[in-house]
């Protein structure tokens, strides 16, 4: 079922916050992506895999302490948080967020992930039971009798299957099953599996399919089930989709096992299960997320039928996610095949004003500790405090100076006991009373720190007590740099290495490059060795649409986390649009603002990345070129390969320039840019630039104000707007044009949009619709030589349906002179001389596979490739123009080893003993050896071909001559030709399997 939920969301400027608003003016629905059509696009890497690593093998149960429960009373029908509000941050939710990150590092060293409460953020969901319409099966599948099962009904109506099960094949899947889910919403979403855990089971292979294709993750079912495993979020698009929208099990494993196919979960949902003053069943709902409840919630619903939740659970939340952990542990498995690790975050006085205590503790019960819980405690506290303490001057605040890094107590949740199947541990990341420690746990940059560092203690753990060997650690993301197009077809992408050490992780060994033709789905991947490698060209794309491009660095920790996305239209040809992606701001100002009932106030902080800056807004911009331009040519490149240089900004005719919320902390351009950017417009290069913090950071904070007002043309006037709606005046670009940008509901908030002005020179392109009034957005027409500005005062990616998006960017272009370039008519007259004859056809031979070539160097299409498709131009056109009569000519055989053996120039002077007809057999490489009769040029005539990189020409010679094979290639000829019929045209490739010959 699907459900909505309104939230608010705020961002601010620098370190300042725009005051609450009411929610009529600011609600909306997380994951309310538009449709779009996901391509299955050529070049695409089909199937890609979960990352293996140290952790392979290894399960990892995690949860985030307390959340939403009815606690009883008036006061929201009892439904209250366990922790109130410090600070803006509400220990209850901020716990699921850490989660979260935890679970990605996780996935990406190779662990089996089992959360206690949902990971991510995803209001929508839908479950697929195996008796459901939806799920479709091939091959052998038998019914099961078992009494545990999974009901997505929870029993209302009764199931008429179990669950189905099939026995395994070695080596080659022999019956699957297909869950295709209709998805109510595009979006990112997170997939879970429910299957019966039994010795029987095998490492059951899962073959996720989303819109960037497929991606397969195996799940020991012999050691973990009976409750939802997570394998991973993906990208669906609305509908319903079997390609690119489902879930298959598979049964290829090991020998003499089964596979099971019960549930499959996508999405988290709305909480459904009712609580009131009589107990479960009674009450009302939360009307929270499933993500916001706490886990006895999520756990209660996971049980599936055949058995009472609180005789795993109990009866409070507390115990409820290990106990629940332990269940689904099968109980076969070693000590160290599995480790417990829950977050919480910590309070003293509850009084900002006086709560003094700082940073991380891991906690081990002081009665009933688990085998190696006092180890674990201190791994996890000690790493977090000693990566955050070395990474002190990047933050906002530098981290607490802390050396105690463990405490103990009685804490119900973890005191499991020496008799545990695994070890387990709290660990409080830090204090949300304290005003210093809540700001960090605020900031998105931190909860990921304190995600890599709680799995690196799990390395650690894992190397004391799990049979690890001093494990790698992943590396840190690259920086990517530039995705360009040289030829038809080709991407070039460049990037540089993340730093490594310490904190930081593992050097690369790797790399591994993800596409993409909607820009959140990805491939499977294509790896790039060498540590020190930095670029890498790859082929075989559509020329006639944009792809999109992220990296990670491998090595045998794993996989990093990806760098940002950048596009490309992989058609070569002139350089025409630069789009540089400069958003770069990633902090706790911009955080989504959420609504709960709290005594404190209303709205609090999540740390959500994608919400905050997803650093993929490229995706917006390229669509809209496409939309409303197809065919220009399209490459992209950071802001900081601008600054070094790498890439030139002179080399193309227009520059599109994304800021988003970037602001004074993160500059909006520095005076490198501001100069580079001067020194383009000046030579005639057009720029649009949007983002709702130019004016501030370059104007009004005097960053730049010479380059806003000179160069820019435009003229700071006021920090915010306050309105969401532009209207076109008459007389601009835009005119006719109404539109909205976002408030947070698809994208990021754009909390102040700058009012701007134009400069002498230029004019109002858009005004605010409500709100202050004023421009928000400025046309300048450039004048002695120099090129065209438009600058908005919002950024152009939010900018909230995709046809207004389009219709935006069709104006720009217009207004820039920037089309899309129209292919010329392909010609195989490549000499010019307005016949097109044999001398053509050697401009192609000696043209194939030659870099960069021009018409004369056999490039028909002009695409940047010689290629069959030249040829086959070549050959439709022979003969266009009359060619001179058809003539016999018998070569001596001194003139064809003359021809065979000496080098072109050598050639051209003995061109002049062989007649004018047959001239141009003079042109030819001199790689290519020939032996020619009787050769009449009536013969050279269309027929089908296929791409190859030499000529044999072989007739009946008056002089036996032996003809000389050419790299590979051998003559061929039909039998009895002769005379004036004697040229059989082959081409005959012995150096490649399958039959080569042509012209028959």
């Not at 409070?316 to 106990?323: C, E, F």
């Not at 789905?521 to 792809?547: E, K, M, N, Q, R």
């Amino acid at each position: 079922m699907a459900r909505s939920f309104n939230l608010l969301s705020f961002a601010a400027r620098g370190h300042r916050r725009k005051p609450p608003t009411t929610a009529a003016n600011h609600s909306f629905r997380f994951e309310a992506l538009e449709p779009r059509i996901a391509l299955a696009a050529d070049g695409l890497v089909p199937v890609g895999y979960q990352p293996t690593g140290p952790l392979t093998g290894k399960i990892v149960y995690t949860s985030g302490g307390h959340g939403i429960e009815y606690e009883g009373g008036s006061t929201n029908n009892g439904w209250l948080s366990d922790r109130p509000d410090y600070n803006e941050i509400v220990e209850d939710f901020g716990n699921q967020d850490q989660l979260t990150y935890f679970a990605d590092y996780l996935l990406r060293a190779g662990a089996t992930v089992v959360p206690m409460r949902p990971v991510g953020h995803q209001l929508n969901e839908v479950v697929l039971d195996n008796d459901l319409p939806a799920v479709t099966y091939t091959g052998t599948w038998s019914n099961s009798s078992s009494t545990r099962y999974y009901d997505e009904d929870y029993g209302a109506t009764a199931d008429t299957v179990p669950y189905r099960y099939a026995s395994t094949a070695v080596g080659a899947e022999t019956a699957v099953a297909t869950y295709t889910p209709n998805i109510p919403e595009e979006g990112f979403y997170p997939v879970y599996t429910w299957v019966l855990a039994g010795t029987d089971r095998t490492s059951q292979l899962y073959k996720i399919n989303h819109t960037g294709g497929q991606t397969q993750i195996r799940v020991d079912h012999s050691k973990v089930g009976s409750g939802w495993v997570y394998l991973g979020t993906y990208h669906f698009d609305a509908g319903s989709s079997a390609s690119m929208g489902s879930v298959q099990i598979s049964n290829e494993g090991a020998a003499g096992k089964v596979v099971i196919a019960d549930a499959i979960r996508f999405g988290n949902g709305m909480g459904d299960l009712r609580e009131g003053a009589g107990g479960f069943g009674t009450g009302t709902v939360s009307g929270y997320p499933r993500e916001d409840e706490s886990s006895y919630f999520w756990l209660y619903r996971s049980m599936g039928m055949g058995i009472t939740p609180s005789s795993v659970l109990g009866t409070g939340n507390v115990s409820a996610p290990s106990n629940m952990a332990q269940y689904m542990n099968q109980n076969s498995n070693p000590f160290g095949t599995s480790v417990y690790i829950s977050f919480h975050s910590n309070g003293t006085t509850g009084d900002p004003a006086t709560a003094t205590a700082r940073g991380a503790m891991g906690l081990y019960d002081s009665s009933a500790a688990t085998p190696h819980q006092t180890d674990l405690a201190l791994f996890t506290g000690r790493q977090i405090n000693q990566d955050l303490q070395a990474l002190n001057g990047v933050f906002e605040n530098n981290w607490s100076n802390r050396t105690t890094h463990s405490s103990s107590g009685d804490f119900g949740e973890i005191d499991l006991g020496l008799s545990a199947e695994m070890d387990a541990t709290i660990i409080e990341v830090g204090f949300h009373d304290n005003t210093l420690d809540s700001q960090m746990l605020r900031d998105q940059k931190v909860r990921d720190q304190i995600g890599r560092s709680t799995y690196e203690a799990v390395l650690e753990y894992f190397d004391a007590w799990g049979g690890l060997n001093a494990p790698t650690t992943v590396a840190s993301a690259p920086k990517i740099a530039s995705a360009v197009s040289n030829s038809a077809g080709e991407v070039t992408l460049t990037w540089s290495a993340g730093p490594s050490g310490g904190v930081y992780g593992a050097a690369a060994t790797g790399y591994r490059i993800y596409a993409s033709v909607d820009g959140y789905g990805f491939d499977g991947g294509t790896l790039v060795s060498g540590a020190g490698t930095t670029t890498a060209t790859l082929a075989g794309y559509d020329p006639t649409i944009p792809y999109f491009f992220k990296i990670v660095a491998v090595n045998a920790g794993g996989e990093s986390k990806a760098s940002e996305v950048l596009n490309v239209l992989p058609s070569g040809g002139p350089k025409q649009i630069l789009v540089v992606s400069g958003f770069d701001r990633f902090d706790r100002t911009q955080n989504a603002r959420y609504p709960y009932y709290s005594p404190a106030g209303n709205l609090v902080d999540r740390v959500w990345a994608r919400y905050n800056n997803s650093f993929d807004y490229t995706v917006q911009v390229a669509e809209a070129i496409q939309a409303s331009t197809s065919g220009v040519h399209v490459a992209s490149a950071s802001n900081e390969a601008i600054i070094s240089g790498a890439v030139n900004l002179a080399d193309y005719d227009a520059v599109i320039w994304i800021l988003g919320n970037e602001s004074t902390t993160n500059r909006t351009f520095d005076a490198t840019e501001q100069t580079k950017v001067e020194a383009f417009i000046a030579g005639g290069g057009h720029l649009f630039v949007t983002g709702s913090e130019i004016g501030w950071d370059l104007d009004q904070a005097n960053n730049g104000r010479s380059f806003f007002e000179g160069t820019l043309k435009s003229n700071y006037v006021a920090d915010d707007a306050n309105t969401y709606n532009v209207v076109a005046p008459v007389g601009g670009i835009f005119a006719g044009l109404t539109f909205s940008f976002d408030n947070g509901a698809q994208y990021y908030n754009v909390s102040y949009p700058d009012v701007i002005a134009p400069q002498a020179g230029a004019i109002s392109a858009l005004t605010y619709s409500g709100g202050t009034g004023g421009s928000a957005g400025v046309q300048v027409a450039g004048t002695g030589g120099r090129g065209n500005i438009v600058v908005f005062g919002f950024p152009f990616e939010t900018i909230t349906t995709t046809a207004n998006r389009a219709a935006v960017m069709d104006r720009v272009l217009d207004f820039f002179g920037v089309g899309a370039v129209v292919p010329p008519t392909p010609t195989g007259d490549f000499n010019g001389d307005g016949i097109v004859d044999g001398a053509d056809f050697l401009a192609w031979q000696r043209g194939f596979g030659a870099a960069a070539p021009t018409l004369a160097e056999g490039d028909a299409d002009q695409n940047g490739v010689v290629d069959g498709a030249d040829l086959e131009t070549w050959k439709t056109q022979y003969g266009n123009v009359a060619a001179p009569p058809a003539e016999s000519f018998a070569m001596s055989g001194a003139q064809a080893a003359l021809m065979a053996e000496t080098d072109v120039e050598e050639q051209a002077a003995a061109a002049s003993a062989i007649p004018t007809s047959l001239g141009w057999l003079s042109q030819r490489p001199s790689t290519v050896e020939v032996a020619v009769a009787e050769v009449p040029l009536a013969l050279m005539k269309s027929h089908h071909a296929k791409e190859v990189p030499a000529l044999q020409q072989v007739g009946e010679a008056k002089e036996s001559v032996t003809p000389r094979r050419a790299r590979g290639f051998e003559p061929a000829r039909s039998a009895g030709a002769t005379g004036a019929n004697a040229v059989d045209l082959a081409f005959e490739d012995r150096s490649l399997d399958g039959d080569w010959s042509l012209f028959r």
